[in-house]
């Protein structure tokens, strides 16, 4: 018993029966570092006893619990731990979103049992439709079966009419295990009618309870009636499920979402990939039937280069790359699908596979590109093609202004020519004549070459006051080789030292029989100045064309040569071109050397559009994607495809042809470092080279090639045609190379990088002061001469050990003078021993800067003091001399 407080507080305490209580303390932590004790009380259970019974434990039943509210339960708990008002309201939303969460959840769980439901009920249906037909189809096939059973009887006669026939029972077919469904007759009827089982034959399955016996029409022959396999049924002859339609294939659903279950239940479509490889294979399985189960080997043949990758060897048999490295590999052979074969080796594999080689060579690309000879009933007459030929300054040039009435000149710089001018000249009478002017200063002389070549007639200009000069020479001997009739013009008749016969009798030196001295060269004299005699010229000419016979095919496709070419800023790649044969037209698909384009433009030399281009008429064609080199022939072929094999067959050949110089320059530089026991080799001053045109780039080449010895050379980073660019001086700055322009200028863009980069940029428009400046440069690189002048011997009388000085020679000149700071060498036994030196020279105690002879001095050595009594001292003198380039 317990005493407890009264409510009304009056003191009295009420008797009331207690529980036993065990009491014990929890300590709780929460945030903040904050802890509370709190004591927990656990009520024993009230047992209640009855009379002749077992105690009976009587449990407390717990209190139903209000209503739960989240929001009441969150602000009672608040008030509880003393929440401010924001945090409450935090809660009160994080309360209220969850709610909204379990709400969606409960929402989407729904429709996703709604569209199970949907399609297991759409399973159920297909299955009891599916199930459905196959019944009624093994019923038709029953009936089909009792039909022709019935008429095979009716046909009959005697016992066979009269045969009993037993109904036909009801319920399911059973299927055989071997597939097709059958009803056996009775025992009986298959002996009466002599249809027992043959040997061999599999004897029918019993009838089981469950199944009656069926009807057989056959049976008193001892046959059985096969029917149609029913569907969803096992081979053991026990039922088995539906098929499974195409809607159940969950596997192929993927997985389920909330759109594909509120949707409609349609059945995914098969991706066109799918439906690809399951015809694919189709084809595959009937090809293989068709073939005995295996597919017939292709055999190809196989059209083999002078050299092919083994990927590209692989595409053309049509094998597996995989396959032909695994040959190779089986071979010893480990290669990549990158690498290269040589034509035996790609032989050897083709017919390892079981193809057909056809060997041929990467020339026969250019098989057939110039065409077929032209038959003589299609030739016409064409203009002749003159070409001007001298020496420098001799009036070739002013010569073609008096012709053409034009003044050429006044525009070159130097009054010298530096490319090959291109120009015809329709005469009086209506006949045209194309010349070509060429350079006569010595570096362009690939272009005299050129122009000979590509000439019909060569007029030799020579001046009356100069004489033969080295390049008129030259171009006898281009004229001679390229076999072109030679017309003498000397010129400048009108200046008072002129003496024409004195040319005439130099031009025998070299082979040139002019007609007043019984040969056959015409002469013509003129004067480019004045004017005269220039319509003799002409004539001469037109009669020498008129007896060479000079025609061409206009009809055909065009072909000829590259005079010149440049990169222009405003119309880029352009190439000056001599057409010798067919006529060129706009649109031609022209190859010309490594470049190939469609032609855009056709201009003449007065800037004129033209829509095409007779033989023997030159032209510049804008459209190629590059400046080819001068003197490639162009020739227009048929199709893009071939101009693009032709081209990179050529700039192949041209790379390998590069390659074997420059392993052969390595072996010469290994070869003379070895015979100049570890010498270095020559000094290099490397340019970067930018002309106006292609030919200029050529000439300053060839011309910077020729200045080189062996001891310095020149060597060109870059040649081309065209502006500096940013390019150009990035190359130059990473090749530490100066910038040589040749009549072209740099981009602003351009000079700002090489003024960043500190890059030199040269503008020349004189070759004479390019190859001058560049010769200096190179002699400036020339170890200097060192020349030795002997001074005098001394003999040492007596060797002084100084603490400071170390060892010292007293010493007498014998001969010639001793000079401070001269080279000296000791010699021994007529043996040197040392060369140094003379570092200290005493005349007693004072330093002198000579002795001479018959004086006596003291000598000591620069870092040496292995002397002795006896030995002799040369001394000498060295100097070095600056060397040049002859």
């Not at 597996?320 to 690498?339: H, N, P, Y």
Request: net charge neutral.
């Amino acid at each position: 018993m317990t005493d407890t407080k009264d409510a009304d507080n009056t003191g009295r305490r009420p008797l009331t029966v207690g529980r036993k209580t065990d009491k014990g303390t929890v300590k709780q932590s929460f945030s903040h570092g904050r802890s509370k004790s709190v004591v927990v009380e656990t009520k024993k259970k009230r047992v209640v006893v009855t009379p002749g019974a077992q105690p009976k434990i009587v449990r407390p039943e717990p209190e139903k619990p209000a209503a739960h509210n989240p929001l009441a339960a969150a602000e009672k708990a608040a008030g509880k731990r003393g929440l401010s008002e924001a945090e409450l309201k935090a809660r009160q939303a994080a309360l209220q979103q969850r709610r909204a969460d379990d709400e969606r959840r409960r929402i989407e769980q729904e429709a996703i049992e709604e569209g199970n439901r949907r399609r297991e009920e759409a399973r159920k249906l297909a299955a009891e439709e599916e199930k459905r037909r196959s019944e009624q189809a093994v019923a038709r096939e029953a009936d089909d079966g009792d039909d022709e059973e019935g008429g095979r009887r009716g046909g009959r006669g005697g016992a066979e009419r009269s045969a009993p026939v037993r109904p036909r029972p009801e319920g399911p077919v059973r299927v055989r295990p071997d597939g097709p469904a059958a009803r056996t007759g009775a025992p009986g009827e298959r002996a009466r009618f002599g249809g027992g089982v043959e040997r061999g034959a599999p004897r029918p399955r019993p009838l089981t309870p469950l199944e009656p016996e069926e009807f057989n029409p056959l049976g008193d022959l001892g046959g059985r009636v096969k029917r149609a396999k029913v569907a969803g049924e096992e081979p053991s002859g026990e039922a088995r499920p539906a098929h499974r339609p195409k809607a159940e294939a969950k596997r192929r659903q993927g997985k389920l979402t909330i759109s594909a279950a509120l949707g409609d239940d349609e059945e995914r479509q098969r991706s066109y990939a799918a439906v690809k490889r399951a015809r694919d294979r189709e084809r595959d399985r009937r090809l293989r039937m068709a073939g005995g189960g295996a597919s017939e080997k292709i055999v190809r043949e196989v059209v083999l280069p002078e050299s092919i990758t083994v990927s590209d060897l692989a595409n053309r048999m049509s094998e597996r790359l995989a396959d032909v490295l695994k040959f190779l590999m089986q071979q010893g052979e480990l290669l990549r699908g990158t690498d290269t074969l040589d034509a035996d080796t790609a032989q050897l594999i083709v017919e390892e596979f079981g193809h057909t080689v056809k060997r041929v060579a990467e020339s026969d690309v250019e098989i057939g590109l110039e065409g077929d000879e032209d038959d003589e009933t299609n030739l016409q007459p064409r203009p002749p093609v003159v070409t001007v030929m001298g020496h420098v300054d001799h009036g070739k040039t002013s010569l073609l202004d008096a012709l053409r009435q034009t003044d050429v000149v006044s525009g070159e710089s130097g009054g010298i020519t530096q490319h090959i001018g291109a120009y015809q000249v329709q005469l009086k009478s209506g006949e045209k004549i194309t010349f070509l002017d060429t350079p006569g200063h010595a570096a362009f002389s690939s272009m005299r070459m050129r122009g000979a070549n590509a000439t019909d007639i060569v007029v030799l200009v020579v001046a009356a006051d100069d004489g033969v000069m080295p390049q008129t020479i030259e171009a006898i001997q281009h004229a001679k080789a390229a076999d072109a009739p030679i017309i003498v013009a000397v010129n400048k008749i009108d200046k008072h030292e002129a003496d024409p016969d004195k040319v005439l009798t130099q031009l025998l030196q070299y082979d040139v029989q002019v007609e007043a001295m019984g040969g056959d060269v015409p002469v013509v004299k003129v004067s480019a100045l004045k004017k005269t005699g220039l319509d003799d010229l002409t004539a001469t000419i037109s009669a020498l064309a008129e007896v060479l016979e000079l025609k061409a095919n206009p009809d055909r496709a065009a072909d000829g040569v590259v005079i010149e070419s440049k990169l222009d800023k405003g119309r880029g790649p352009v190439a000056t071109v001599l057409v010798q044969r067919g006529t060129l037209k706009r649109g031609d698909i022209v190859v010309a050397g490594g470049q190939w384009g469609r032609v855009k433009a056709l201009t003449n030399e007065r800037a004129e559009m033209l829509a095409e281009a007779s033989p023997a008429t030159p032209v510049e064609v804008l459209g190629l994607d590059g400046a080819p080199d001068p003197g490639d022939q162009f020739v227009v072929v048929e199709n893009e495809q071939r101009a693009r094999e032709i081209t990179e067959y050529r700039n192949r050949t041209k790379k390998n042809r590069a390659a074997p110089g420059a392993r052969a320059s390595l072996e010469q530089m290994v070869a003379r470092l070895k015979e100049g026991g570890g010498a270095a080799v020559a000094s290099e001053a490397a340019f970067v080279i930018k002309g106006d045109v292609q030919g200029s780039v050529e000439a300053i080449t060839q011309a910077l090639e020729g200045l080189s010895t062996d001891e310095v050379r020149a060597r060109i980073v870059l040649g081309s045609a065209g502006g500096i660019s940013e390019s150009d001086v990035q190359l130059a700055s990473a090749s530490q190379a100066p910038i040589i322009a040749f009549n072209v200028r740099a981009s602003k863009q351009a000079r700002d990088l090489a003024e960043r980069e500190g890059v030199e940029i040269r503008y020349y428009s004189v070759i004479y002061d390019l190859i001058n400046d560049v010769k200096d440069t190179l002699s400036g690189m020339l170890a200097p001469e060192r020349r030795e002048t002997f001074l005098g011997y001394a003999t040492i009388l007596q060797v002084f050990n100084i603490s400071k000085a170390g060892k010292v020679a007293g010493c007498r000149v014998t001969e010639g003078l001793v000079r401070r700071g001269s080279g000296v060498r000791l010699l021994r036994d007529d043996v040197v021993i040392h060369e140094g030196t003379l570092s200290t020279l005493k005349r007693f105690k004072d330093e002198v800067p000579e002795v001479k002879q018959g004086m006596e001095c003291g000598m000591a050595f620069q870092n040496y003091q292995d002397i002795r009594e006896g030995d002799q001292i040369e001394c000498f003198q060295v100097e070095l001399i600056k060397r040049s380039l002859d």
